[in-house]
């Protein structure tokens, strides 16, 4: 297993901030040269990678993506990785550089062994961002229909089915103003109170803030306020019951779904077929669900999808961690899923 642990650390030493994952992907290339790696053009020089591998009967996917998020205040050397109590730390270790290294050797281990089934490698770019790389992908899928998507995002060793869909709304807030010195209206005061509405609301999935802007123009209240919010929707609930409830916390709120250049994600659940019975039963855990969005919820429209990653911590977070123990138990369950399956 040194292999899979050496691969780890030289991933999390190559910075892959989304948007720019072009250096690991050709890194990966050159590692997965004996499988005639295929570099994806996306977008703004972004690259998706593919690996194939011929067999017999229905083929799997192995899926997880190259981008991590920007380093957050905090992070000391967020891409010099450094071992601490049996665990991994760096940035991404957990989400998803421990997977991704994982999937890339266990392709390795299991791509064009005797008796074994056709096996497909797909390693995205800008799965924090957008999910254009898996988008980018989509048309390929179809054409590759596989029985069964396999995605190491960290799930603590369950398998994780299900995953709620997202919404991302744009709130609007125009006020009367004034003279700063005098009584008047001021947006930024108003809109700070309904992000605080918006924080405390009960909702199935998740909901929060992600972005405030007002300021004032001059020695004025300020007159105008914008908010972001992001809103996970867990599955049943509709996208536009989700704005009607923001819209009514103010009647002067404008509410609107941002603009995106990928489709929103939505909320899915994964069939139990036998291949994903069998899958939980290697796992030795009862399936969890995720809650958050990510590729797996575009992989979830082709194909069955398993999510079925290690433990960590931190995540999008300095010090973020992965436990190595864990990483090489989830390699093992993906050997022996391929290998006896």
Not at 70 to 78: D, T, V
Not at 79 to 84: K, N, S, V, Y
Request: proline share 9%; charged share 20%.
């Amino acid at each position: 297993m040194p292999e899979l642990e050496r691969l780890l650390e030289q991933l999390i030493a190559i910075p892959s901030v989304m948007g720019d994952e072009t250096t690991k992907a050709k890194f990966l290339a050159d590692y997965l040269s004996d499988w005639e790696p295929e570099l994806q053009p996306v977008v703004d020089g972004t690259v998706n990678l593919w690996c194939h591998a011929p067999g017999d009967g229905a083929p799997v996917l192995l899926c997880a993506h190259l981008d991590t998020v920007p380093p957050a205040p905090g992070w000391e050397a967020p891409h010099a990785p450094r071992r601490e109590d049996g665990n991994l730390v760096g940035l991404g270790a957990a989400d998803m550089q421990a997977g991704l290294a994982i999937a890339v050797e266990t392709f390795c281990a299991c791509a064009g062994s005797e008796s074994g089934r056709p096996l497909s490698l797909l390693l995205t770019c800008d799965e924090e961002g957008w999910c254009r790389g898996i988008n980018a992908a989509l048309p390929r899928l179809r054409k590759l229909a596989p029985e069964l998507v396999l995605v190491p995002e960290p799930s603590g060793e369950r398998v994780v089915l299900s995953a709620p869909g997202r919404a991302v709304f744009r709130l609007a807030l125009e006020t009367a103003g004034g003279h700063a010195t005098r009584e008047g209206e001021s947006a930024l005061a108003r809109m700070a109170e309904i992000a605080l509405e918006i924080e405390a609301m009960a909702v199935a999935g998740s909901q929060v803030v992600l972005e405030f802007t007002s300021r004032a123009r001059g020695l004025s209240h300020p007159q105008d306020a914008l908010l972001v919010v992001d809103r996970h929707l867990a599955p049943g609930e509709l996208r536009e019951a989700a704005r009607e409830a923001l819209a009514q916390l103010d009647p002067r709120l404008a509410v609107a779904e941002a603009e995106r250049p990928t489709p929103p994600p939505e909320a899915y659940a994964t069939e139990c077929t036998p291949s994903v019975e069998r899958l939980l039963a290697l796992s030795g855990h009862p399936p969890g669900d995720s809650s958050s969005v990510g590729d797996f919820n575009f992989l979830a429209t082709v194909a069955p999808t398993a999510i079925l990653g290690p433990e960590g911590g931190n995540l999008h977070a300095p010090e973020e961690w992965v436990s190595l123990a864990s990483v090489r138990r989830v390699y093992e369950t993906y050997l022996r899923f391929l290998r006896e399956g």
